[in-house]
């Protein structure tokens, strides 16, 4: 059965800096999908920035980034020049491709605190 | 302008009651989801939808069902309410097909406490 860990469950940094969150999965899947939204205090989810197995490239979207470390099964957020708004609680998450398009599996959430 | 949005936002039952949460979408999405959010367990799906009429049990199905009547809504039934169906409830809608169709978008969440 698929498996997405955060062992990180909370981040403090000063802002303007730049932040890694970590995320490894378990898949037999050859191909899946691999994903990072983001919930704010008022509890909006929303999506940030995906990765897909087959790509070598890692993914990039405005300030966030991802370190794709495939056969490490890894799959690490990055976020540069970070702002007091990006303080929020970031899920990682998986979707193999077998599996129904949205059906997700979620890890539990790495809480990024920014301060000035 | 919110795309998904969720009601009741707040809701207190009593055990064995019976409890619709409800979701009305404005993506044109074919795909719903419900999905329940705990604390150390991230979110987990619990039933989905490719469509009107269509309801299919996701990860943890039980003790819940699922109504689809139309493109645009998406219920989540719980017909005989337990404390441990106390949770904060997500609904999420999604294109289904294509690059994007992984790509979910999520309303604001419904928080449940059974007493």
């Known amino acids: 059965a698929q498996k997405v860990t955060q062992t990180q469950t909370s981040i403090s940094v000063v802002e303007k800096t730049t932040v890694t969150m970590d995320c490894v999965y378990e898949t037999r899947d050859s191909s899946y999908f691999l994903f990072w939204y983001k919930q704010t205090a008022s509890g909006e989810i929303v999506f940030l920035i995906r990765q897909d197995s087959y790509k070598k490239e890692n993914a990039t979207v405005g300030h966030y980034s991802l370190n794709f470390q495939k056969p490490k099964s890894s799959i690490g957020l990055i976020i540069t020049a970070t702002q007091i708004e990006d303080s929020a609680v970031y899920f990682c998450?998986?979707?193999?491709?077998?599996?129904?398009?949205?059906?997700?599996?979620f890890g539990r959430g790495t809480r990024l605190q920014v301060y000035a | 302008e919110a795309a998904v949005t969720q009601s009741p936002r707040n809701k207190v039952a009593v055990t064995g009651g019976k409890v619709t949460l409800s979701c009305n979408q404005t993506n044109n999405h074919n795909n719903m989801y419900w999905y329940r959010q705990d604390t150390g367990h991230g979110l987990r799906l619990i039933h989905y939808?490719?469509?009107?009429?269509?309801?299919e049990k996701g990860d943890i199905p039980d003790g819940y069902k699922a109504s689809r009547p139309s493109q645009e809504n998406f219920s989540l039934i719980l017909e005989l309410a337990t404390p441990s169906q106390t949770s904060v409830y997500f609904c999420?809608?999604?294109?289904?097909?294509?690059?994007?169709?992984?790509?979910?978008?999520f309303g604001e969440g419904s928080r449940l406490i059974v007493v």
């Open positions: 939808s490719y469509g009107a009429g269509s309801t």
């Open positions: 999420a809608s999604g294109a289904g097909t294509g690059y994007s169709g992984n790509t979910l978008y």
């Open positions: 998450a998986m979707r193999e491709r077998p599996q129904v398009v949205g059906q997700l599996t």
